[in-house]
């Protein structure tokens, strides 16, 4: 019996269980618990679960603020240059200071001249004033005027006024209202018949009006009736009207 109770020591080392003794000589091996003392067979920890990590939340989108389009306004002006309301009036070879082709401030001629294109303007007279004995004139000599009435373009080379105080003469005093510049378009004439001439001078001067538009330093592209405003053949040149015309 010992060394049965002995072998049921054993026994029950090897299995990790209790060993009920009773006072049979038979003994039973009861079932292992699920600890024994201090022995408990160590449980396989469950793994924690990793927590989710929160979905950081999108920013949302700043909606974009669409800039405006200004649109700026401008008013177109009559013309490119510096429009003048002007009495043009016409002088020639038989009524130039002397009779003749002389001019007071040569530029571009020698001799009033010219056909009326940007490259070659006809010569322009305009009132001047003494001073002090200095000569100055109303626009600066080679001055470029482009005049639609005759659709020619002038150039500054001349002077309208005699004597010692021109200002006091016309081209600077006598022109009329609603006008603020007095200029004298050459019209030619040499040879041709005084009568003729003045005919075509009165003419130019106030047949459509005594008011005309000039344009100071204009574009180069208006249309241009070349020939001098007293044709070589007689003829007067046509008159336009106010309306600037540029080439297509």
Do not use: K
Not at 21 to 31: C, D, E, I, W
């Amino acid at each position: 019996m010992r060394i049965r109770y002995l072998a049921l020591l054993i026994a029950a080392a090897l299995a990790g269980g209790d060993i009920a003794v009773v006072a049979s000589t038979s003994a039973r091996v009861l079932p292992p618990r699920a600890c024994v003392r201090h022995r408990c067979r160590p449980t396989t920890p469950t793994t924690p679960t990793t927590p989710t990590t929160p979905t950081t939340p999108t920013t949302p989108t700043t909606p974009t603020t669409p800039t405006p389009t200004t649109t700026t306004t401008t008013t177109t002006p009559i013309t490119q240059g510096v429009d003048i309301e002007a009495y043009t009036t016409g002088y020639g070879w038989p009524d130039n200071t002397p009779p003749g082709g002389a001019i007071s401030n040569p530029v571009i001629h020698q001799t009033a001249s010219g056909t009326g294109t940007y490259a070659d303007p006809i010569t322009l007279a305009v009132g001047h004033s003494i001073t002090h004995g200095v000569d100055t004139l109303d626009y600066p000599a080679g001055t470029i005027f482009y005049i639609p009435n005759v659709r020619r373009y002038f150039i500054v080379e001349d002077t309208c006024g005699d004597g010692p105080t021109p200002q006091d003469e016309p081209c600077n005093i006598g022109y009329p209202a609603g006008t603020t510049a007095w200029v004298d378009m050459w019209v030619g004439g040499e040879g041709a018949p005084t009568s003729a001439v003045e005919d075509c001078e009165s003419f130019l001067t106030d047949t459509n009006g005594v008011a005309h538009l000039i344009i100071e330093n204009p574009v180069s592209d208006y249309v241009v009736v070349t020939g001098p405003l007293f044709g070589t053949n007689g003829v007067c040149s046509q008159e336009y009207g106010n309306t600037p015309v540029t080439v297509p």
